[in-house]
């Protein structure tokens, strides 16, 4: 059974800094792209930023590059997104998904190439 597991959310003060990990169990790791996303109340899912799981190459949202950076430990078939100084705005349910083996490139919209989706784990941030 496919599973995406996503922890690390937590309640913390602007300008501090979250770790968020995505752990994938079920089927095969390799050659896909995994996302990060995040939903805040009353808005739209909105990517932030995903890896492909072979090549390593990254691709992050515009307005978040150089605060989130994402990264893998595939042996532990993990995807982890390291947030820094973080912002009220930020608030959101942060969700991580992965795209059908096979995928050769990615993308951080949502309504594209993502095929499972993990629960979502919670990010308050307190100005």
């Known amino acids: 059974q496919v599973q995406l597991v996503e922890s690390g959310g937590a309640s913390v003060q602007a300008g501090g800094s979250l770790r968020l990990s995505c752990k994938v169990s079920g089927y095969t790791y390799s050659r896909r792209c995994m996302g990060w996303f995040r939903q805040a109340p009353g808005k739209e899912r909105e990517g932030v930023a995903a890896?492909?799981?072979?090549?390593?190459?990254?691709y992050y949202a515009d307005s978040l590059k150089g605060r989130f950076t994402i990264s893998q430990n595939n042996a532990m078939n993990t995807v982890y997104l390291q947030m820094s100084s973080l912002k009220p705005e930020d608030t959101a349910t942060y969700y991580c998904?992965?795209?059908?083996?096979?995928?050769?490139?990615?993308?951080?919209?949502?309504?594209?190439?993502?095929?499972?989706w993990g629960q979502g784990t919670q990010v308050t941030v307190s100005s």
């Open positions: 890896i492909h799981t072979s090549s390593g190459s990254t």
């Open positions: 998904a992965a795209s059908s083996q096979g995928q050769s490139y990615c993308s951080t919209d949502p309504a594209t190439i993502f095929r499972s």
